[in-house]
């Protein structure tokens, strides 16, 4: 899966739509898309990003929290109050409700004691799609 690896000061934060593995490191940004979902219904659709310390010192996550669109937020984590140790994980469950049709889209931003890059993001995107007619009047 596509991954965010981000190295400082012997604490790497990975961030990954998989798992922990050996997947090496990438420094590109990660994407979540959650394709079309009807609008003002239950179904919901979510996604999970892991966080991965693969570094030698513990890392602490201070924040993650969803901007852009409101459609996306955050349905549970597992993220300690405390520090991540090395090769530890936690994971972060991202949903998607749309209220209106088109396109959405927005950010999971994840900041941490990482020195040289505090903030992580990952890009969001979905579709509202159906008509208003589910929505309650």
Do not use: Y
């Not at 991954?3 to 739509?17: D, F, P």
């Not at 602490?60 to 349905?75: H, P, R, V």
């Not at 300690?80 to 209220?99: E, H, K, Q, T």
């Amino acid at each position: 899966g596509k991954a965010i690896t981000i190295r400082a000061r012997g604490r790497m934060l990975t961030l990954t739509r998989d798992n922990c593995g050996s997947s090496g490191p990438l420094v590109r940004p990660s994407n979540i898309t959650f394709g079309g979902v009807d609008i003002c219904t239950p179904h919901v659709k979510t996604r999970t990003v892991t966080i991965c310390n693969t570094g030698n010192s513990s890392l602490g996550i201070t924040s993650i929290t969803t901007a852009g669109d409101k459609s996306f937020s955050i349905l549970s984590e597992t993220c300690p109050a405390s520090l991540i140790s090395p090769g530890s994980s936690c994971v972060v469950n991202v949903r998607f409700i749309p209220f209106t049709e088109g396109p959405k889209s927005g950010t999971l931003r994840i900041q941490s004691n990482d020195p040289d890059t505090p903030t992580s993001n990952v890009g969001l995107s979905g579709t509202g799609t159906g008509t208003t007619n589910n929505c309650r009047k």
